[in-house]
């Protein structure tokens, strides 16, 4: 037990927040006095606390990044169990975030992207490289179970199919698209005749990059190699609604289009 040095009653240690550096590692006014202290003095601690930080910003940040360094598994463990232990609220609240400041985080983003391009390029292309085999390897291994999906999906949805067929047809007339089969040579070997999303090279067909639904063309700077699964999967999806960020990144370079 303990004596609080504001009200004077005597409380249980767990009602005192800690203190390293008072001999029993506690703090000398129990924790409701100190939350009533701050409350009436909010003003004054802010200022206090505002003016210690400006003074002492170099060296706070030396010492949270030696801690950070020196702590490193720690830190690691305790997030860990804390995101495991809180895990529903968290995404909750990430949720809630994403959506109250969806401008704010695309403008960041976008801002992110243009003064680090060449880095990210390079990031995500080394990854493609050293992830290449592993893609191509699931999307080998998982072939018969989409191939099954995009099947039940057309004879389910028959109407769909025939409808998006007439739409498209009449649309490219509407483009005046102008592909040609030296054109289509010229995508095949700049793909290496495999799928550009899944390194397949079965079922090959060319795919309209930016969609056709949206007013662009195939042409040489908008047409990728994708196999049929690959090609039903993105459908009239926008390139970086269907491929990573690093994919999408190496191959905006491939087309020279970034």
Same mark, same amino acid.
């Given at each position: 037990?303990?004596?609080?040095?504001?009200?004077?009653?005597?409380?249980?240690?767990?009602?005192?927040?800690?203190?390293?550096?008072?001999?029993?590692?506690?703090?000398? #006014?129990?924790?409701? $006095?100190?939350?009533?202290?701050?409350?009436? =003095?909010?003003?004054?601690? &802010?200022?206090?606390?505002?003016?210690?930080? @400006?003074?002492?910003?170099?060296?706070?940040?030396?010492?949270?990044?030696?801690?950070?360094?020196?702590?490193?598994?720690?830190?690691?463990?305790?997030?860990?169990?804390?995101?495991?232990?809180?895990?529903?609220?968290?995404?909750?609240?990430?949720?809630?975030?994403?959506?109250?400041?969806?401008?704010?985080?695309?403008?960041?983003?976008?801002?992110?992207?243009?003064?680090?391009? #060449?880095?990210?390029?390079?990031?995500?292309?080394?990854?493609?490289?050293?992830?290449?085999?592993?893609?191509?390897?699931?999307?080998?291994?998982?072939?018969?179970?989409?191939?099954?999906?995009?099947?039940?999906?057309?004879?389910?949805?028959?109407?769909?199919?025939?409808?998006?067929?007439?739409?498209?047809?009449?649309?490219?007339?509407?483009?005046?698209?102008?592909?040609?089969? #030296?054109?289509?040579?010229?995508?095949?070997?700049?793909?290496?005749?495999? $799928?550009?999303?899944?390194?397949?090279?079965?079922?090959?067909?060319?795919?309209?990059?930016?969609? @056709?639904?949206?007013?662009?063309?195939?042409?040489?700077?908008?047409?990728?190699?994708? $196999?049929?699964? $690959?090609?039903?999967?993105?459908?009239?999806?926008?390139?970086? &609604?269907?491929?990573?960020?690093?994919?999408?990144?190496?191959?905006?370079?491939? @087309?020279?289009? =970034?």
């Amino acid at each position: 037990m303990k004596i609080c040095c504001k009200c004077k009653v005597e409380k249980d240690f767990s009602e005192f927040s800690k203190r390293r550096s008072n001999k029993d590692g506690l703090r000398y #006014e129990c924790k409701v $006095c100190d939350s009533k202290y701050r409350l009436d =003095n909010k003003e004054k601690i &802010d200022k206090r606390s505002a003016k210690y930080y @400006l003074e002492n910003k170099e060296k706070r940040a030396e010492y949270y990044a030696k801690y950070r360094l020196d702590n490193k598994e720690k830190r690691a463990e305790y997030y860990a169990k804390y995101y495991l232990d809180n895990k529903e609220k968290i995404v909750e609240k990430g949720a809630k975030y994403r959506k109250e400041n969806k401008e704010k985080i695309a403008e960041k983003g976008a801002k992110y992207y243009l003064d680090n391009k #060449e880095k990210i390029a390079e990031k995500g292309a080394k990854y493609y490289l050293e992830n290449k085999e592993k893609k191509a390897k699931y999307r080998l291994d998982n072939k018969e179970k989409k191939a099954e999906y995009n099947a039940k999906y057309q004879k389910n949805n028959p109407e769909k199919i025939r409808a998006s067929s007439r739409k498209r047809r009449a649309m490219k007339q509407s483009l005046n698209e102008n592909y040609t089969k #030296e054109d289509e040579a010229f995508t095949r070997d700049l793909f290496e005749h495999r $799928c550009y999303n899944c390194e397949s090279k079965e079922d090959l067909c060319i795919d309209h990059h930016k969609p @056709l639904s949206k007013g662009y063309p195939l042409n040489r700077k908008n047409a990728v190699l994708l $196999c049929k699964s $690959c090609n039903s999967s993105k459908g009239n999806k926008a390139p970086e &609604d269907f491929y990573k960020f690093w994919n999408l990144t190496f191959l905006q370079m491939k @087309l020279g289009n =970034n």
